[in-house]
């Protein structure tokens, strides 16, 4: 972003920036916690779940792409040392259960975090409205994708085998 645009924009580049690499810190943080999940042996998870764990993690991957290519455009460095993932995020990493089979606290656990994700970019798409559309679009595409997310989480907690619960 120029110079002019800074002003025209009314915008605080590098405050937005801050913001976007929490928000990777927060999708590093996520995807860890889903890659997890995701090593719940084949049998043990219901085939449906078990794609739906799949399609988060590529999202949040997704959007950690999407978050650093922004901010390489408006300047800034993305995130680049893990260090900082835990230190930045907005949301609290939640460490899956030790049991790879504990499906109802693992569901429990990627809602609070996409609950947290979400408020987190509702702010950002807040500070952004109006000043900076690009930003203020691709947040909000983020943001309809972490809504997919909860809810689909949402109704495998719901939909849990008796035996899970
Ligand atoms: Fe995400
Ligand atoms: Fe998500």
Same mark, same amino acid.
């Given at each position: 972003?120029?110079?002019? =645009?800074?002003?025209?924009?009314?915008?605080?580049?590098?405050?937005?920036?801050?913001?976007?690499?929490?928000?990777?810190?927060?999708?590093?943080?996520?995807? %860890?916690?889903?890659?997890?999940? =995701?090593?719940?042996?084949?049998?043990?998870?219901?085939? +449906? +779940?078990?794609?739906?764990?799949?399609?988060?993690?590529?999202?949040?991957?997704?959007?950690?792409?999407?978050? %650093?290519?922004?901010?390489?455009?408006?300047?800034?460095?993305?995130?680049?040392?893990?260090?900082?993932?835990?230190?930045?995020?907005?949301?609290?990493?939640?460490?899956?259960?030790?049991?790879?089979?504990?499906?109802?606290?693992?569901?429990?656990? %990627?809602?609070?975090?996409?609950?947290?994700?979400?408020? %987190?970019?509702?702010?950002?798409?807040?500070?952004?409205?109006?000043?900076?559309?690009?930003?203020?679009?691709?947040?909000?595409?983020?943001? =309809?994708?972490?809504?997919?997310?909860?809810?689909?989480?949402?109704?495998?907690?719901?939909?849990?085998?008796?035996?899970?619960?």
């Amino acid at each position: 972003m120029g110079k002019t =645009s800074r002003v025209i924009a009314d915008l605080d580049v590098d405050a937005l920036i801050e913001e976007l690499n929490r928000a990777i810190a927060d999708e590093w943080l996520a995807i %860890a916690q889903y890659w997890y999940g =995701s090593l719940a042996p084949e049998q043990t998870m219901n085939p +449906v +779940v078990k794609e739906a764990i799949k399609k988060a993690l590529d999202d949040e991957r997704e959007h950690v792409n999407e978050l %650093a290519e922004r901010i390489l455009e408006l300047g800034g460095t993305p995130l680049k040392n893990p260090d900082q993932w835990n230190q930045l995020a907005h949301c609290k990493y939640l460490e899956p259960p030790n049991k790879l089979t504990d499906l109802r606290k693992f569901l429990q656990d %990627a809602l609070k975090g996409e609950e947290c994700a979400m408020k %987190a970019y509702n702010e950002i798409a807040k500070l952004t409205f109006g000043k900076d559309h690009i930003t203020y679009q691709l947040i909000v595409h983020i943001l =309809s994708e972490e809504a997919e997310h909860e809810e689909m989480f949402e109704d495998m907690l719901e939909n849990l085998p008796c035996d899970f619960k």
